[in-house]
């Protein structure tokens, strides 16, 4: 997860100034309401899968996790991130997906030095026009920043970086059983945090697949979206994040909503924290409505201990069968 330009987290109530018949007036704006959960309609939730039918298995997730955190930090522009991206390529294009690697440069934050980045581009039913959109990062921090006692230690971000990357990798396992006409894209964003202070740039390779999207538009359109991002802790809380409940309140709407149908309590029906991350350039650039899945509050965020021991399968699967789920009915609808 990357921390915003100043802090990640935003008050829930913001006070402006504004002018009332040019008089002086205070006024409160206040947070959205939490989005209520949609009720099931149509063919696709008429045959609905009970919480175990779904297939997900949170076991196999966790050892992708696991064995991404064994490569080591994985920066942007590293060999640790070079690594990552030719297992990515090769296992993904081993289910029979369409792999495709968005280069791009960016300017490294200390020496002003050329970064290479890849946005890893996962197609399955790559020649379908309409398209929906799972979404992480997949760099890790520099360094364990926030970490107490060693602020330049190693960071091999387990929970931030890996878990959303090792559900996408499970739920590739299950995509040609979707048999769907309308295509999904796996998106793996690069330089989400090539940071080393709060003053350098976050969400590079968001920004960047939402500025080409825009400038230069593709055959396909992405109708919804869903990024993952801190979804591994063992002590999971997924309130509906409030930048997703403005700008993609149907798509919050259908996944709290299918949270609660599985009885799947770590997402909360309730309004959590606004946090600044990849989905803002995908709903404010690219106009991709697209909500966070994200836990506000994992204590080893950005320090040494964001370690495979602090997430557990049962996170993962609970997370993925949701989002299985979700991506079985909106592709049928």
Known sequence: MASAASPKWYPLIVLVLCAVAGLGAVAMLRPPSPVAPVVDEGKAEAAAPRYAEIPFDGASAMAHLESLCKIGPRPSGSEGMRVQQDALEKYFTGLGAKVVRQKFQARHPLDGSA??????????????????????????????????????????GANDGAAGTAILMELGRHMAALKSRRGVDFVLFDGEELVFSER??????????????????????????????????????????????????????????????????????????????????????????????IDFDYPHWHTEGDLPDKCSAGSLEKVGRVVHEWLRVVVQR
């Open 115 to 156: 970064v290479e980045l890849a946005n890893l581009i996962i197609s399955w039913n790559p020649d379908s026009r309409e398209r929906f959109l799972l979404c992480a990062h997949y760099d890790t921090r520099p360094f364990p920043d926030r970490d107490p006692v060693n602020p330049r230690g190693k960071f091999v």
């Open 200 to 293: 350098d740039r976050y969400f590079l390779g968001s920004e960047y697949f939402a500025q080409n999207y825009r400038a230069d538009p593709p055959t396909h359109r992405y109708r919804q979206g869903v990024l993952l991002d801190l979804v591994g802790d063992k002590d999971l809380h997924l309130p509906q994040e409030q930048y997703s409940v403005r700008y993609a309140p149907a798509v919050v709407g259908d996944v709290w909503g299918i949270a609660r149908r599985l009885n799947v309590a770590e997402f909360h029906q309730v309004l959590g924290q606004a946090v600044r991350d990849d989905h803002l350039p995908l709903n404010e650039i690219a106009h991709i409505p697209t909500a966070d899945i």
